[in-house]
């Protein structure tokens, strides 16, 4: 266990609470955990929270006195909103959704779609590369793109990307909206929100009875609560860090040979391989560094329900645990080759821990590097401006702005060879 917290003093805290209220709340969160490696606690009139990026703090939370917590800030607020979904719910509901979503998230099960998710890749690629050389914001794209993948994973029918991530972007306002009010701002005060939110959950319950339609799937996950939450953590998350990651790699050419190296071994959806996976060296190491510097679940939140001690501090019912996993490392530099090969630091709770970690890693993993390796093989990326984007953070970190590149087809001069296999 980590040494003490520190208490901020009034100033300090009035500044956190302040950046919580504000656009830059990724940045300033991220720097008082960086600040302060055992944690450092704010002493608010609703009780305490406890902000750290320390791992034994971090275990000690999410693992080993789990039973201690629920979901707490933002989550919370998204389940008065979204109901009762696996991301949400807690306690039996949560089992049940749990142990239902396994069988279709384990590795194997999640490979045996590779093919559907190599073709999605192309497609996305062939979306891509008609833009010669203009400016495009992938985040509508890379939401088809991954709940294609979602979809083809589940057994159920494709949702219209743009439908669902423009209704989730009212939800995720709202939520955060609630998270940083700490829900002083009823709904009733402000009708035109409420009517926002409530248009922006027809659309996702349209979409969810249209993907579910003569499916005859009748799992624990498949209600529209179930749905709800497997459409918000199923897509957003990826989509963000490939948001990300594909601003990375639009600034440096060589690296994007090397993806389309690994990618024109996979040209054709037919003939991909799970050797062909496991040989996306390059693509899982740009994946990972990228989930190391913009982990999309840039906050994950805990609400004490019992008594516990944690770096020293006396935590309550109702006090608040912020957990900051992009404060892990304090290296800040994109490295994907130290990454492929196999040194350099990594994200050790990008995908949490615990019974609630994450049920969708070998998804996410598997969707990622294809899509890197497979678009970079097709397609040329240049940065969409020559600064990185700041984070726009919600219930998840994307690119402030969109993920904005510009993009054009590989000429026939500009095609790569495919490398040969080095781990398959
Ligand atoms: C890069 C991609 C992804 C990242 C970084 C990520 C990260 C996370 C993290 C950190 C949590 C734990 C949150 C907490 O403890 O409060 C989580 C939960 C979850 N993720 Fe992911 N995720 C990703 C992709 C996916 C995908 C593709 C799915 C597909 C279904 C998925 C489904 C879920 C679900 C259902 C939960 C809630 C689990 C529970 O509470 O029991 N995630 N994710």
Known sequence: MADTARTLGPVETAGALAAL???????????????????????????????????????????????????GMGQLHAREIIGDGLLTAEGESW????????PYLRARAVQERLPHVVEAAHEAADRLGAADWRRVDLT???????????ARTF??????GRRVHEAFDVIQDEAIFRAVTQGAVPTWLRPRRAAAVAAALDVLRAEASAALAGTGRTDAWSGMEGMMSLFLAGYETTASTLGWAAGFVAHDDALQDELAAEGARISDAGVATLGDLASLTVANAVFQD??????????ISRRAVAADVVAGVSLRPGDEVLLLPGAATPDRSFEPRRAAAGHGPSNPFAF?????SCPGVSLAAMEGAV????????????PGSPTTPRPRARMSQAPAGGAVVEARSRTTSDQVRPTARSSA
């Open 95 to 102: 089992k049940a959704q749990r142990s239902a979503a396994r």
């Open 21 to 71: 209220t504000g656009g830059a709340r990724v940045e300033h969160l991220e720097r008082l955990a960086a600040a302060h490696r055992n944690g450092c606690v704010m002493r608010l009139p609703t009780g305490r929270v406890l902000v750290t990026c320390d791992p034994s703090t971090v275990k000690h939370v999410l693992v080993d006195r789990a039973d201690r917590y629920i979901k």
């Open 140 to 150: 509508v794209d890379l939401a088809s793109y991954t709940l294609t993948c979602l």
């Open 290 to 299: 990228t989930l190391r510097l913009r982990p999309p679940v840039w906050l």
């Open 371 to 382: 899509w890197l390796a497979v678009v970079a093989s097709r397609v040329r990326l240049r």
């Open 352 to 356: 949490g821990a615990g019974p609630r």
């Open 155 to 160: 057994g159920f029918g494709v949702p219209d």
